[in-house]
């Protein structure tokens, strides 16, 4: 009887599977950095910030900001607003402002976005987005 017990208590979750309905929502960045040959670059530390807002129908708003620090010619301000797509678990997104965010195949999760890429040989940007 024991073993019976033990066995229904164990709840075996469903896999997450990400749509514009529950992928929809506000995110800020909870990790943004960038390593290269010579360290890792905190940007958030350095006053980075990501905010995106991702509606169902396909839509974004948001705001990306890069200090000097990170920029090394400026402070770098970038309005979001634009589109996301979903295809199977990866997120595109398109702002008519050329960033590094549209040039990322983000993976979705539950409450989370998060972004992987090396840009050349050398630059690798990370960024991970909650909800």
């Not at 208590?9 to 960045?29: L, Q, R, T």
């Not at 705001?63 to 996301?84: C, E, I, Q, R, Y």
């Not at 595109?92 to 990322?104: D, K, L, M, N």
Request: proline share 5%.
């Amino acid at each position: 009887m024991l073993g019976i017990a033990a066995f229904t208590a164990c709840k075996v979750e469903d896999p997450f599977i990400p749509s514009p309905e529950n992928m929809a929502g506000a995110y800020h960045a909870v990790e943004m950095v960038a390593a290269d040959t010579q360290a890792v670059h905190d940007w958030l530390a350095a006053g980075a910030t990501l905010d995106l807002n991702l509606t169902v129908d396909g839509t974004t708003t948001g705001h990306l900001f890069l200090p000097n620090s990170v920029t090394k010619s400026g402070d770098f301000d970038a309005d979001m607003a634009g589109t996301w797509l979903l295809t199977g678990n990866v997120i595109q997104f398109g702002q008519p402002v050329s960033t590094f965010v549209r040039a990322i195949d983000f993976s979705a999760g539950p409450d989370r976005i998060v972004g992987d890429k090396t840009f050349g040989d050398s630059l690798r940007i990370i960024i991970v987005l909650r909800k």
